[in-house]
């Protein structure tokens, strides 16, 4: 139970293993849904559809012999929007109230046409229950281009759509962080302007509770989440530290990012996370490339490229916007390593982004020289920035606007988005973009 007129009818999903395919979820998910009892009933979205029995007596058990008024539905990926039409069946008498653009999904996915049961709204607009009204914020691109959030100014709930989720079923207790940073990083990280904008929109509300589809109902200390969903979007460090990631064939280097640990522990850094890519969650070491303020990279020059698992590793990086970091390198090959070379190649693909003087370059083992550079490497991660106080202060540069396509988050700078502008991603034309405010 949210409040005494908000109650929960979501699902646990302890059968799924990897969610969207590819993230591990050992403690399952949660398909959130909520029911709102006033004059009028509103159910906040669905569930996925192989939940939809249960899903449906926990509607019948709050409901007793009313019916649902509405639907609302903010999220159409088919975790949430998957038992919709059986709700419109089941409830004949029901609306749905959505987005325009979420309208042509349901088409898309179902095949029906809803428009003679449908509500369909646009920033700000309202519904009335009875004694609240509801609230609907446009959220493009927080995940995806239909999504909406939702405001209800009695209880004052966000209904926030996948903003604010968390992997993990609610029946399992850990701790919210980790699992909401690996989500977020993994699900929504591309899209930080988008979430940036959406924070600015609801920044204005008095919100006391977070209701999001995954996860659990967020009550306290409300402006700690909002913080950390800000410090993500805006690509910045949460805490000072060092991620070093590797992959070792033979185990040479390993032994040299074992000896980089050792060096930085000796200099006074604790604050230190080694992740073997080869072995890891990926999206847990992505999350923490987004978590800490330094970054090193370990690998063998394989097939006159890379290890394979570190180039996917860098992908899930430049693919979710990384940027804003210190990166170092360490190297290894028997003869012509290039992986330094093809690492920072792939790296191009994020911006402003730091690479240390020292780096280590390893002819199969350590020797007295890579050794060396390993000592030079740990000095330079653990020294404290220069500040020149002599030097003469950089007048602030304005930025340009930013215009964010809506259909798939990309982000065009420049003073005017040109009329016969074409999306790099999605190839969709200026119409599709909207000013970041």
Sequence with gaps: MISNTIKYIGVNDHTIDLFEGQYPVPNGMAYNSYLILDEKTAVMDSVEIGFADEWFGNIKAELGDRQPDYLVVQHMEPDHSGSILRFMEEFPAAKVVTSAKAMGMIQNFFGIDFTDRAIVVKEKDTLSLGSRTLTFYGATMVHWPEVIVTYDDKDKVLFSADAFGKFGALDVEEDWLSEARRYYIGIVGKFGVSVQTLLKKIGVLDIQTICSL??????????????????????????????????????????????????????????????????????????????????????????????????????????????????????????????????????????????????????????????????ALAEELVREPEVNAEETPVKAVEHAKKFVCKICGYVYEGEELPKDFICPLCKRGADDFEEVK
């Design 214 to 375: 995954h996860g659990p109902v967020l009550k306290d200390n409300i402006r700690d989440y909002i913080d950390k969903y800000n410090t993500w979007s805006r690509y910045e460090p949460e805490e000072d530290g060092i991620l070093v990631a590797y992959t070792s064939i033979y185990g040479n280097t390993k032994k040299a990012v074992d000896f980089l640990v050792e060096e930085l522990k000796a200099r006074g850094e604790t604050n230190i996370v080694v992740r073997d890519l080869a072995r890891c969650d990926q999206f847990a070491a992505t999350a923490d490339a987004f978590r800490f303020s330094k970054l090193v990279l370990a690998t063998t020059t394989y097939n006159g490229e890379i290890f394979p698992s570190m180039r996917t590793f860098i992908e899930h990086l430049t693919e979710r916007g990384f940027q804003k970091r210190t990166v170092g390198f360490i190297e290894n090959g028997s003869w012509s390593p290039v992986a330094m070379k093809v690492m920072k190649g792939l790296l191009e693909k994020s911006k402003d982004l730091s690479y240390t003087e020292n780096n280590v370059k390893i002819l199969s083992a350590l020797n007295k020289e890579s050794i060396a550079q390993v000592k």
